[in-house]
Every structure is written in structure tokens, then in C-alpha cells.
């Protein structure tokens, strides 16, 4: 099901779980181990950064830099790992291989954060997020050891528990990538009911006063809402309208 699929949203932070996703596919092993130091002003450059201030002394492994931007949405290990797929320019040509020809991939954070009235720069839609994630399950793309290593680092995302997780029925595993800067809230997740296969969904929100604060339960009702209606199909009832 799709509302406003094809409506463009900034993507903010969610796009963290692309750019692991294109890290893990690049990388191997040895790659992945490297230590990896960075400077006090690129922490006060990029903003929200919660690992890389407490490791500041003493660097981290180019892995842990991966999955310190989706577990807690850490902006200065997105750049230090955007920096090690060919930059935005990198991730957004990784999307095109995913068949992704509709996210604009263009700044760094903080600046991807920022949305210009008319510019598609740093922006997508549901549609395409949802192909795109779905696509990652697949094995043309990534190994089995690689979509089992991002959907671990989603699962443990701690931003996203008031988000789909908050909307899904009782039972159901959220593995998930929040994403949100001023009225933009927005989360992308593959959901698992039990004893079913997964099922992809992502909501972008936005308030249209750009003085506003986002809103979470916006996310979760719409995700219980559309979680709901697929949990009923299943079980051949009719979902509510």
C-alpha cells in the first residue's frame, strides 16, 4: 500500500542505514577493523554525535563507526563513513545500483538536514526508500552475512522506539532507521511478524510550519494503522477503514 508514495520528503537521518549498507558491501574484514580517528572540529562540525565525542581520544574501528550511525544516529561517523564510500556522490550512485533513481543524495550532515523550497537535493520518497530497502534483502546485492550484520545494528537502533516499533502489534520484530531534524520526522524499518516473511515500510512526515517540532506519534499511529491492516489480511479478515 502506498499514500503519497511518490510525494518527495527530506530523508534525514535514515539514510544512515544505506550508507552501512554500502559500507558493508565495500568493505571487507580487514577494512572493516581499521582504526579510524577523526578531530574535535569535525564533531562540532556535523552536529549530533553522542559515540565519536566519547571516543574522541581514541578512535574507533571503521565498523563500529557504521553501526554508531545507525544505533544512535551519530552524524559525525555517517561523514567519517560516507568518507569511505566516495561521499554522498558514492552513496547516491550505490542507490542507482539498487535501481534507486529518485533520492538526491548531495550534502553531508549537518546540510543534508536542510530542506530548500523547489530543490530535490537531499530528499526521496516512501516509494523509493521501500524499494530500495527492499532491494537490500536481496542477495544480488548483499551477502547473508552483511544484511544480518545492518538488520542487528537496526534492530538495536535506540532512537526508534517511539517510532513504527511503538505502532507494531505485540510480537512483531522492528529492525529500523529513524530519521528527523526540525518539522521532518521520518522512520524506515523492515518489520517481521511472527512465523511470516518481513515486510518493508517507511514513513516520512512533515509538518508544514518549519518552526516546528516533529512529531513522533505521527509515525506510530500511521504505522499501527498500516501494521493493522496487514496483520488482519493475513489472518482473512477485512481490515478497518
Do not use: C
Not at 2 to 22: C, I, P, Q, V
Not at 46 to 61: I, Q, R
Not at 148 to 156: E, N
Not at 194 to 219: C, G, H, M
Request: aromatic content about 6%; glycine content about 8%.
Amino acid at each position: 500500500m502506498s499514500y503519497r508514495g511518490s510525494e518527495r520528503f527530506g530523508f534525514a537521518s535514515t539514510l544512515k542505514a544505506f550508507a552501512a549498507a554500502e559500507f558493508l558491501r565495500q568493505t571487507s574484514t580487514e577494512d572493516r577493523d581499521e582504526l579510524v580517528r577523526w578531530t574535535r572540529s569535525d564533531i562540532d562540525r556535523a552536529g549530533y554525535s553522542p559515540v565519536t565525542t566519547e571516543n574522541l581520544d581514541t578512535g574507533l574501528t571503521a565498523a563500529e563507526l557504521a553501526e554508531a550511525a545507525v544505533r544512535e544516529s551519530d552524524n559525525t561517523a555517517l561523514n567519517l563513513v560516507l568518507d569511505r564510500i566516495g561521499g554522498p556522490e558514492g552513496l547516491d550512485d550505490a542507490l542507482e545500483l539498487l535501481g534507486d533513481a529518485t533520492t538526491e543524495v548531495v550534502n553531508y550532515e549537518p546540510e543534508l538536514n536542510t530542506i530548500t523550497s523547489g530543490s530535490i537535493d537531499d530528499t526521496t520518497t516512501a516509494d523509493a526508500f521501500t524499494e530500495s530497502m527492499t532491494a537490500l534483502q536481496q542477495t544480488s546485492y548483499s551477502t547473508s552475512s552483511n544484511r544480518s550484520i545492518l538488520l542487528d545494528w537496526m534492530s538495536g537502533n535506540k532512537t526508534g522506539d517511539p517510532l513504527v516499533r511503538a505502532g507494531a502489534p505485540a510480537g512483531w520484530v522492528v529492525a529500523d532507521k529513524s530519521g528527523g531534524a526540525g518539522p521532518i520526522r521520518n522512520d524506515i524499518a523492515v518489520v517481521t511478524p511472527p512465523e511470516r516473511s518481513a515486510v518493508v515500510i517507511t514513513i516520512l512526515t512533515e509538518k508544514n510550519d518549519p518552526a516546528a517540532q516533529f512529531d513522533n506519534e505521527l509515525v506510530s499511529e500511521t504505522a499501527a494503522v498500516v501494521l493493522h491492516a496487514i496483520e488482519v489480511g493475513a489472518s482473512g479478515g477485512q481490515p478497518d477503514r
